[in-house]
């Protein structure tokens, strides 16, 4: 945005120049989206759907709507999507590499044999499971987990430990103790270690540290008002992004590129005086070059960058105009 100056019909305008800078879309990515499916993700939660409104749904619902809208994205072959769902236990639904039909297949057997959420959240099992199927990945390709969930803290049960550090257990504490071990063995190779940690929490933080420059893990939750601290945690240190989910186009935030390639034009508005700039995107689909006009004092400026789904950045500026003292 450059100085106001005289328009040649008489008036004020705003002289915008500038260029596009965005990570290309058409990279090739292999992605395995977690689905939370515990018990937890039971719970009714409001979701934002375009031409349904807001609806007051389950979790375990709202992010499979959102799993159908990343396979809706996925048209393209630069795209792979591997799906693990985890709950009680970890069920790998579908490896990367499938079709979309093959992956709609897979979801809609799965959604048919659990419709509803169960048990505890093993995240740490279902996490290692993601890392292994995508150690396989080739050069180039980037590797990314999106985890759908509702943000509050994982508890397998696979790390509790009843041996009791010596001291005596009663037998109905020893009996308590038990029934919270969680006994279903994890499909992934990965031993567990407890010099990794004794918790959930402990576990999921070395995972992190682990995955740090291997690949990047990205969070939806699916709760607003959690504060989802150790997906936090793993979001920042392997350069991931934590989303809280209005709705299925949240997918768009976690997964930016998805949407670079395919801006359609940029356009600046000036809501003081409510007119429109013409196309600004030159050409070359890089390039930004045009004017806006403008009233005398204040105007409120918007440049929005749009592409094939809606607004996919929206700069708000405040320009001041005062033509006397700027000759």
């Known amino acids: 945005l450059r100085d ?8 004020l305008e705003l002289p915008i120049e500038g260029a596009l800078s965005l990570p290309r879309g058409d990279g090739p990515r292999r992605v395995v ?8 993700a039971n719970a009714m939660t409001e979701f934002r ?23 809706d994205l996925s048209q393209d072959d630069w795209l792979e999507i591997g799906v693990i769902a985890f709950g009680e236990t970890t069920w790998p639904v579908a490896e990367p590499g499938l079709s979309v039909e093959g992956l709609r297949t897979a979801l809609a057997e799965f959604r048919q044999k659990r419709p509803r959420g169960e048990g505890r959240t093993d995240a740490v099992c279902a996490l290692w ?3 292994e199927w995508l150690d396989s990945t080739p050069k180039g390709v980037a590797r990314e987990i999106v985890v759908l969930t509702d943000g509050d803290a994982a508890f397998s049960g696979r ?17 308590a103790c038990e029934a919270r071990r969680n006994p279903a063995p994890c499909p992934a190779s990965h031993r567990f270690s407890r010099s990794d940690g004794a918790s959930d929490v402990v576990q999921l933080a070395s995972f992190a540290r682990r995955a740090r420059g291997v690949l990047a893990v990205h969070a939806l939750l699916f709760e607003p008002d959690r ?21 299925p186009e949240a997918i768009e ?36 070059l045009g004017a806006l006009s403008l009233a005398p004092g ?30």
Do not use: K, M
Not at 33 to 40: K, Q
Not at 51 to 61: F, M, N, T, Y
Not at 161 to 168: E, L, V, Y
Not at 259 to 273: E, K, P
């Open 49 to 71: 759907s375009d031409g349904r409104g807001a609806e007051a749904v389950s979790v375990l619902e709202a992010e499979r709507r959102v799993l159908d809208h990343l396979l």
């Open 129 to 131: 499971t993601a890392r």
């Open 253 to 288: 935030l976690a997964l930016p590129s998805l949407v670079s390639s395919r801006i359609g034009r940029v356009v600046a508005r000036n809501a003081t005086l409510g007119v429109e700039s013409a196309d600004l995107l030159a050409p070359d689909r890089t390039r930004l």
């Open 159 to 175: 790390f509790v430990d009843c041996a009791g550090n010596g001291r005596a257990r009663s037998d109905a504490a020893a009996s």
């Open 33 to 40: 989206s977690l689905v939370d499916a515990s018990e937890r």
């Open 227 to 247: 504060s989802a601290r150790s997906w936090q945690r793993i979001v920042a240190d392997t350069g991931g992004r934590l989303v809280r989910v209005p709705g």
């Open 298 to 327: 204040a105007n409120d400026i918007e440049l929005r960058i749009e592409s094939d789904r809606g607004a996919a950045a929206l700069f708000r500026f405040r320009v001041y105009a005062a033509p006397r003292q700027l000759e």
């Open 4 to 11: 106001p100056r005289p328009a040649r019909g008489g008036g």
